[in-house]
Nanobody, 112 residues
Framework: QVRLVESGGGLVQPGGSLRLSCAASGFTFSNYAMAWYRQAPGKQRDMVAIITIGGRTTYADSVKGRFTISRDNARNMVYLQMNSLEPEDTAVYYC??????WGQGTQVTVSS
């Protein structure tokens, strides 16, 4: 059974940082790319970052230079380091496995 569990969200002031984690289980983690998406209230769910099996990364233009996706295949974990956070980054962040599963999401709120 595939399971994706996100953690690390919360309330942070503009300019602050957060690190999101996603614990994956139920599939051979090292054989798949992984991704982070986000969905703000009233908006569609958008891709934030993707990391391939080999560690190649792709980012949405809005987060380039501020966010970093990484993975630990030994621990079946994928991370999203978010720096210089802006109010526009406020959203529920989801971990995604391309086999078609989503995590439950973790709320990130950027506000003073």
């Amino acid at each position: 059974q595939v399971r994706l569990v996100e953690s690390g969200g919360g309330l942070v002031q503009p300019g602050g940082s957060l690190r999101l984690s996603c614990a994956a289980s139920g599939f051979t983690f090292s054989n798949y790319a992984m991704a982070w998406y986000r969905q703000a209230p009233g908006k569609q769910r958008d891709m934030v970052a993707i990391i391939t099996i080999g560690g190649r990364t792709t980012y949405a233009d809005s987060v380039k230079g501020r966010f970093t996706i990484s993975r630990d295949n030994a621990r079946n974990m994928v991370y999203l380091q978010m720096n210089s956070l802006e109010p526009e980054d406020t959203a529920v962040y989801y971990c995604f496995w391309p086999g078609g599963y989503w995590g439950q999401g973790t709320q990130v709120t950027v506000s003073s």
